[in-house]
């Protein structure tokens, strides 16, 4: 099983409104499709090693993260092969670019984050973050 992590880039930690999404231009099978930003954690990384190299590359920013959005089996199922950790996380430094792998960038109000045309593997992770996102 490969591990890959994401980025749920709010406004606030404590009281999140906004939650960023990036949508996919590549590979074909995925462009178009919205997702959380981050990537494949690489050998000898930790996954939050790996969600701050990603960021970085795929959004030229730096973050600080907050509590994981923990799924009660540890990780979010995508495919048979790659399951998920996601982290909340706000800006540092930086301002949001899509640098790779992402032809836009969409800050979601809350009560509308389901509103764009997620990955499938997102959808339910997605519904999650809206529910402990409420005030």
Do not use: I
Request: hydrophobic share 45%.
């Amino acid at each position: 099983m490969r591990l890959v992590v994401g980025a749920a880039l709010v406004d606030d930690l404590s009281a999140p409104r906004r939650l960023l999404a990036a949508r996919r231009s590549a590979p074909p099978a995925l462009a178009g499709k919205w997702e959380l930003p981050g990537g494949k954690v690489e050998p000898g990384e930790t996954p939050q090693e790996a969600l701050h190299r990603e960021l970085a590359e795929e959004l030229g920013v730096v973050v600080r993260l907050g509590d994981e959005v923990v799924h009660p089996d540890g990780a979010w199922p995508l495919t048979p092969d790659l399951e998920m950790r996601v982290w909340f996380g706000v800006l540092v430094r930086g301002t949001p670019e899509p640098l790779q792998d992402h032809d836009e960038l969409r800050w979601l109000e809350r009560g509308s984050w389901a509103g764009v045309d997620w990955l499938p593997g997102d959808v339910p992770l997605v519904a999650a973050m809206e529910r402990l996102a409420r005030p």
